[in-house]
């Protein structure tokens, strides 16, 4: 039930729902100022020189490390959050999304000896179609010449929380140190949840969002992408607020 709430919270939150409600308000009351309010805000919001800024805020504490930087612990940990369901000629199959970049993470520092066993977790919602995802880059990682044997898949999860608490599960020592493999717009939340329960962080961050770019007229046209990426962020920071609260 409350992965639903975590869904339903940001929506409701979302720059787009405050904008409609303003502007529908203003038209019922008659009240131009508020529709003006409205339509002002739908304007910022959909400027990339403001999105821009805000995503890039979300992975402020972090820079893109390499493997040989990280000192070792005692497992690496990749989240999911990566695959994709997809229909083909041969029934269902799985794709890369976006965050590609956190299992590649986690087999390089495994090759690079940071870890002796490398945990991936079985991320499923209960909307989801198909195999959990960490059974699917169990695959990915062993045809990249690492053993079963140093493979380790937690229990069904449905959110960061859940991973942690059930890889806490899987590592039978007192107070264990993890390297942990993420989106940087993501680590801080993550961060949150496994040091509550109890396990040592050596944040190792990848997937960054927003790379270098020049300011140019183009960044203060309004655009959906935009407005999308600034939903993004309130998403996020409705999280993190969440678990700081709760932990």
Not at 151 to 167: G, R, S
Not at 208 to 227: C, D, H, I, R, V
Request: proline share 4%; charged share 20%.
């Amino acid at each position: 039930m409350m992965i639903y709430l975590h869904k339903i919270l940001p929506l409701i939150f979302s720059p787009l729902i405050m904008i409609i409600v303003l502007i529908i308000f203003g038209l019922i009351t008659s009240s131009k100022k508020i529709s003006l309010i409205g339509v002002l805000i739908l304007i910022v919001c959909s400027l990339p020189i403001v999105s821009d800024k805000l995503v890039a805020y979300l992975e402020s504490n972090y820079q893109l490390s390499k493997p040989s930087d990280i000192k070792s612990a005692d497992a690496i940990v990749v989240l999911s959050g990566m695959i994709r369901t997809i229909n083909s000629k041969d029934g269902l199959d799985y794709e890369f999304g976006e965050a590609s970049d956190r299992i590649f993470a986690g087999i390089n520092l495994f090759k690079e000896k940071k870890a002796s066993k490398i945990i991936l977790t079985r991320g499923k919602l209960p909307w989801s179609v198909g195999i959990p995802e960490g059974e699917y880059l169990k695959n990915i990682v062993v045809k990249n010449g690492i053993s079963e044997n140093n493979i380790l898949l937690t229990e069904n999860v449905e959110n960061t929380d859940q991973e942690a608490k059930a890889i806490k599960k899987l590592l039978s020592i007192n107070e264990p140190k993890v390297i942990l493999v993420t989106s940087a717009f993501h680590m801080p939340r993550a961060q949150i949840v496994f040091e509550a329960a109890g396990i040592n962080v050596v944040p190792f961050p990848v997937d960054f969002q927003k790379g270098l770019s020049k300011t140019t007229f183009m960044s203060f046209m309004p655009s959906a992408n935009a407005l999308s990426e600034t939903s993004f962020f309130v998403r996020e920071m409705i999280g993190r607020t969440y678990y700081n609260l709760k932990y």
